[in-house]
């Protein structure tokens, strides 16, 4: 059976997603057909009335920002003032301290929890 | 005489763990061969309590539980969800489904990560306060052999608002008379704090109605899953051959942390 995706046909916003569709489709409504299954890497776009492609996962990078946020100053002045190759050593070691909380969603806080 | 209960739990191991069962080598492929949880469970059952744990961070696994004798296993507890964040997990699900005494238990599973362990303990729950008509039979719907989870349901940009019903199964397999539903974390170890309140409804698409309404669950960002992971058993009557499908709403718009998946669990 084919997939179907119905939407509200005045605002565009999805309504139902399936290969079981009411006969007949209720008033207001408007049936696309889709070549399968939307995958999650889609998202429906209501003024366009498709599936478009979802916007990649932005992270923040929590070392980057000891290294230019503001708040931590007082640390960026020390590493500006450390030669290279130590700084290299301490990037490193901080990388492996850090682990999986490397890496933060946007809306998270910077402090680890 | 009022109602008695005996209740023993099967698959302890020398720790603090359950039987560990490792996933096939191969990712997201089902072993040929179970592992044992008990070679004979020592009291019969009427409903069965599962608790399946990992330690293992951002990795989706499936299991199958069966019973019955080394390689001639019946799976009773098909594709049983288990959706790891950060840290360890478990996933608890109850099952009013009797077994006999003297039955062999054993799972197997897969993962999104091959050869990883999940932990596995039974809980044998003996006369308890149910239905006097006994349930036997478990199906799911929605699981994702591909990718060792389940249906992504994705509530749309607008928060707070229900997004659109996404199908589960087309036509249920078999009766349900309890419904049991697991979430899945899409091994998404970044996620947002957020809210969310979930329905499931049956009927076509554009007539569906509204079966369990706004069932409530979290996503927690310092573990990366959610609350209450399995919900269930709600005790319904859902004819074979329904439509199912499942809509949500969420406190966040994030396009990737709105998401999640589902699986369902149907009890006859």
Redesign the interface.
């Known amino acids: ?1 084919p997939w ?3 939407y509200d046909t005045d605002t565009g ?11 007949p ?2 008033a207001g ?1 408007t049936a696309v057909t889709l070549p399968d299954r939307p995958q ?1 890497s889609e ?2 776009d209501a003024p366009s009335r498709a599936f478009v492609a ?2 990649a ?1 932005v ?1 923040v990078d929590r070392l980057a920002e000891l290294l230019t946020d503001p708040r931590y100053a007082d640390f960026q002045d020390v590493w500006a003032n450390i030669p290279a190759a130590r700084r290299t050593a301490l990037r490193n070691a901080m990388i492996r301290l850090l682990g ?1 909380h490397r ?3 946007a ?2 806080d910077t402090g680890l ?1 | 005489m009022g109602d008695t209960q005996r209740l023993q739990t099967v698959g302890t191991s020398g720790g603090s763990r359950g039987t560990v069962v490792t996933s096939d080598a191969v990712a997201n492929t089902k072993p040929a061969t179970f592992t044992q949880i008990v070679a004979s469970t020592p009291q019969a059952a009427q409903a069965i309590c599962i608790y399946i744990m990992s330690g293992t ?2 990795i989706d696994f499936l299991l199958d539980i069966a019973v019955g004798a080394s390689s001639a296993e019946q799976i009773i507890c098909p594709d049983l969800l288990l959706s790891c964040g ?1 840290g360890d997990h478990i996933f608890t699900y109850y099952f009013p489904i009797a077994i006999p005494a003297g039955t062999r238990i054993s799972a197997r599973s897969q993962s999104t990560t091959g050869g990883s362990n999940a932990f596995v303990l039974v809980v044998l729950i003996e006369q308890t306060f149910l239905p006097s008509s006994q349930l036997a039979r478990i199906t799911t719907y929605g699981a994702n052999v591909a990718d060792s989870g389940g249906t ?1 349901i ?1 509530p ?2 607008t928060i707070n608002t229900k ?5 589960i199964t ?2 249920s397999v078999n009766p349900i008379k309890a419904l049991l539903f697991a979430l899945g974390v ?1 091994v ?5 704090n957020m809210e969310h309140r979930i329905d499931i409804g049956i ?6 109605q509204v079966l369990l309404p706004d069932v409530q669950v979290v996503q927690n ?2 573990s990366d899953s959610f609350g209450q992971a399995v919900q269930g058993p709600f005790f319904v009557s859902i004819p074979a051959g329904t ?1 199912i ?1 499942v809509r949500q709403q969420a406190s ?1 718009a ?4 709105r ?1 999640f998946d589902v699986v369902l669990y149907g009890v006859d």
Do not use: C, H, Y
């Open positions: 059976m179907t995706a119905l916003r999805l309504v139902s997603v399936g290969q079981v569709v009411s006969d489709l209720p409504l999650d998202m429906w979802r916007p996962k992270l999986r890496f933060r969603n809306a998270e929890d | 961070s951002g950060n992504s994705d749309g940009a997004g659109a019903w996404v199908e087309a036509s899409q998404n170890i970044t996620r947002t009927g076509a698409a554009g007539s569906e960002a310092s439509r499908a966040n994030d396009a990737t942390d998401l």
